[in-house]
């Protein structure tokens, strides 16, 4: 369910800036409002386009320059920021509702499995809406979100505000593509890698959430910080209403009526994945069912049978923000250095490891000594949880999503033809969480019957299954080209 990675989920998508700017269509967007972005993919430039390329403070300057960037921008950092809430949502329910685990399973893969034909529908009211009104609905749709869960305890409601964050997909694509069409060109890698300060500026929200959790308790302070984010996201809502300037797109069809074309582009998208990368796609729908198992139950194990707390979860999610950043900011060149199937290897050999340090996790909680952690215990609440075995789980799995992501899109950059990639990002995500969708219920029927770390060794042979097959079989046809799947 994207809840967890709306923040996490990716928004994780910092890497599509060339491939996007070349379609005026929609694109896989993250659930922190930032742009789909494949950011660190510089441009060939000759030696005198590298010497006339303007310093920092002027780049800098001409980018805010234009209105629109500025007040999208700003606005998507207040939305990046509270979207880190939506980590603890799992343990939140659980606490209203102890022992509800199918119950929270039933709820997630519902939501999900709404957002997923919401996605694909947003490719194509992304085309017909004015991309501004789209962008206005979305921020406005997330805060009826936060302000429900800040005043609500009810099921009704809570359910309620699900369905608002996860129709929500229907507007963010246009909205993704608002922004792409009002970053300067040639300032274009700076503009995009901005929007990740969103995700710096989530430290902030999840400390005020820390020092909040000793004081009014675990779900009063998080009520209290969904209450705030509403409140600071209709500001932005009416902001963006007020100050952006939108236009109506212009609609180039003639011959074909647009349902039709959005039908016959999804059609041959499909197509194209299938014929052109089956391996990866069935690599990525077992992952899809892997990783959602994991983010169902991870936080839930680490404080129901390891014992952390709320404030140690809490500065776990800190501290991987601050490792995770850095890497999205940094990883672009990674595909320069390995192919393909070795990059896949090494990206996907963590998760096991991941799955199996929270395994043992109940039986070796810490890995430092006991007076380093009570030490850190006494500076700060919560801060001796850097130090237990669960915390090297979580952020290497973390660094497993960025980096995997990175590699989706690589793939699908080098591989499928550029003309028709907006279309096959759009029928690709929704392939994913549509498969995505039966995790968060399959976990929840597993953490109600059986054991919950049993969860993580099911995790555990699916991950080794999965590097089996990319060791033998790898993800790419690399005898099919575009060229061969449009011949037939």
């Not at 305890?153 to 792409?180: D, N, Q, R, V």
């Not at 009063?220 to 109506?248: D, E, H, P, V």
């Not at 800190?318 to 192919?339: C, E, F, K, N, Q």
């Amino acid at each position: 369910m994207c809840i967890e990675r709306q923040h996490i989920r990716t928004s994780l998508e910092i890497q599509k800036v060339k491939f996007i700017q070349q379609s005026d269509e929609r694109s896989e967007v993250d659930l922190d409002d930032e742009p789909d972005l494949l950011a660190g993919q510089k441009p060939i430039e000759s030696d005198d386009t590298i010497k006339e390329r303007p310093g920092l403070r002027e780049s800098i300057r001409a980018v805010f320059s234009w209105r629109n960037y500025s007040v999208y921008l700003s606005t998507a950092w207040t939305f990046s920021a509270f979207s880190y809430l939506g980590l603890f949502f799992n343990l939140y329910f659980l606490e209203l509702y102890p022992g509800g685990y199918l119950l929270l399973g039933a709820v997630l893969s519902l939501t999900s499995l709404v957002a997923s034909i919401s996605r694909l529908g947003g490719g194509y009211v992304g085309d017909v809406v004015n991309r501004k009104h789209l962008s206005v609905v979305a921020m406005f749709m997330m805060a009826i979100y936060n302000l429900i869960l800040g005043i609500s305890i009810e099921f009704t409601w809570i359910l309620i505000a699900l369905m608002f964050l996860s129709t929500m997909e229907i507007f963010k694509g246009g909205s993704s593509a608002f922004i792409m069409d009002n970053i300067p060109k040639e300032h274009s890698g700076l503009g995009l890698s901005l929007f990740q300060i969103g995700r710096v500026l989530g430290i902030f929200t999840l400390a005020a959430f820390v020092i909040l959790t000793p004081i009014l308790g675990f779900g009063q302070s998080l009520r209290l910080m969904f209450l705030i984010g509403g409140l600071f996201l209709i500001i932005t809502s009416i902001a963006r209403a007020i100050l952006l300037k939108g236009k109506a797109p212009e609609l180039k069809r003639e011959s074909i009526s647009l349902p039709r074309a959005f039908y016959q582009d999804n059609k041959r998208a499909v197509s194209l994945l299938l014929k052109m990368v089956p391996g990866l796609l069935a690599v990525v729908v077992i992952d899809s069912v892997s990783d959602a198992l994991f983010r169902f139950g991870s936080y839930i194990y680490i404080y129901e049978e390891v014992g952390i707390e709320i404030p140690g979860i809490i500065i776990m999610s800190i501290v991987t923000i601050v490792i995770s950043v850095p890497l999205l900011l940094g990883a672009g060149r990674l595909s320069d250095r390995y192919d393909v199937k070795k990059l896949a290897l090494i990206v996907y050999s963590v998760v096991p490891i991941s799955a199996i340090l929270l395994f043992v996790s109940p039986m070796f909680p810490y890995w430092a000594p006991i007076s380093i952690i009570n030490g850190a215990e006494s500076m700060m609440e919560g801060l001796g949880a850097i130090f237990s075995t669960p915390f090297l789980a979580i952020v290497m799995k973390s660094v497993n999503d960025t980096l995997w992501l990175l590699l989706l899109l690589i793939i699908i950059k080098k591989n499928l033809p550029r003309q028709d990639t907006s279309k096959i990002l759009s029928v690709f995500w929704f392939i994913i969480w549509m498969c995505a969708s039966i995790g968060p219920y399959l976990g929840g029927f597993f953490f109600q019957y059986f054991y919950s770390g049993d969860l993580f060794l099911v995790i555990l042979v699916l991950n080794i299954l999965l590097l089996g097959w990319i060791s033998k079989q790898g993800l790419i046809t690399e005898h099919i080209t575009a060229e061969t799947v449009n011949n037939g």
